[in-house]
């Protein structure tokens, strides 16, 4: 009988593997975004947003902030191109305990027995699956966020920025024929830990923003049921020689561009759900926003040449057509596009 539940055990780690390293690989290989795409920005190339669903503007936006002063001055960079060579790749698998590794298409991937690291030269992102230890099946938030940071360091190409990174953790329950519901670590089959480099304190997001709105250069997902562990992170390079400092938005200037409903959407999350839960083409329409929440960050955008400039993320409360609850989550540009260029 121990013999028997050991080898179901064992099947299921390595179809759990296998899954997710079928969606990694897609991941991994998808074309980058042309130039262009996306909504209208100002005068800048519109960060790249993926809802998952279609999301319908709101019928009206206001502000109604719980903050009464944001920063009059923020810094822009230049980022740098990235790149990564055949023999950092190897290195940084062999920190995971992998010592073969070589091209195979367009990756760079190594791996050994429940253990798979890859990277895509072209666009810096790394890919890591191995099994879940045990002591952290209970998904304690400490001991996860604490082995994540662990787990991405051999990774960082470039110390500056996440000298003070910021993490945060989510869980993820499944119930019925939901499987992504909020949860607890009692009750959570999967916890997310999103780890963000920071300049100055203010939170680097990107490269794309997904629908929760702000996308975390490092994620870390625990899934219990398959006893996994993966690891996705996104290169970021800055040019810190190549800055300048310019004017904020002000509170002002952010109410009168609500007023003319200017922020654009980024996801409508209903009441007592996640992003992640949300089905491809149900469609949301919110009603009038009062975002309550309002967030600077430095926007990380998928173009080598781009500027990475700061912009804010507003969260509000709204009401759908059905008349139930959710939360609005949208951008606006941190620094008016007069002062910038495109590269």
Do not use: C
Not at 117 to 122: H, I, K, L
Not at 145 to 161: D, F, G
Not at 212 to 225: E, F, H, I, S
């Amino acid at each position: 009988m121990e013999i028997k539940k050991l080898v179901n055990s064992k099947t299921l780690l390595f179809a759990g593997l296998l899954a997710t390293i079928i969606v990694m690989l897609l991941l991994l290989l998808r074309p980058k975004s042309k130039p262009g795409e996306g909504p209208s920005f100002g005068a800048l190339e519109s960060p790249i947003i993926q809802p998952i669903n279609e999301v319908k503007q709101p019928s009206s936006q206001a502000a109604s902030f719980t903050t009464t002063s944001l920063p009059k001055n923020a810094k822009i960079y230049r980022q740098n191109p990235y790149s990564i060579s055949q023999e950092q790749m190897s290195a940084i698998a062999q920190e995971f305990g992998l010592t073969q590794g070589s091209f195979q298409g367009k990756l760079f991937i190594a791996q050994e027995e429940n253990k798979y690291f890859a990277v895509n030269p072209d666009n810096g992102i790394i890919f890591l699956t191995q099994p879940l230890p045990d002591y952290l099946l209970n998904l304690n938030q400490e001991a996860l966020e604490n082995y994540a940071l662990s787990l991405v360091k051999p990774t960082l190409l470039e110390e500056q920025i996440w000298e003070n990174p910021q993490v945060t953790t989510v869980y993820f329950k499944g119930e019925g024929a939901h499987d992504a519901l909020p949860g607890t670590p009692e009750n959570a089959t999967i916890a997310e830990v999103n780890i963000f480099p920071t300049i100055d304190g203010i939170r680097i997001v990107g490269k794309n923003l997904k629908p929760l709105g702000d996308n975390a250069p490092v994620n870390v997902k625990y899934m219990k049921q398959e006893q996994v562990v993966t690891l996705r992170t996104s290169a970021i390079s800055v040019n810190f020689a190549e800055s300048g400092t310019y004017p904020l938005n002000s509170l002002d200037k952010i109410s009168q561009q609500l007023s003319q409903n200017q922020a654009v959407i980024t996801s409508v999350i209903p009441e007592g759900r996640t992003a992640k839960d949300i089905g491809y083409g149900e469609i949301l329409q919110p009603g009038s926003v009062e975002y309550t929440d309002i967030k600077l960050v430095y926007y990380y955008d998928p173009n080598p040449n781009a500027l990475m400039q700061p912009m804010y993320l507003l969260t509000g409360p709204t009401f759908l057509e059905d008349g139930s609850s959710a939360t609005v989550k949208a951008i606006l540009p941190g620094i008016d596009p007069q002062y910038l260029k495109t590269p």
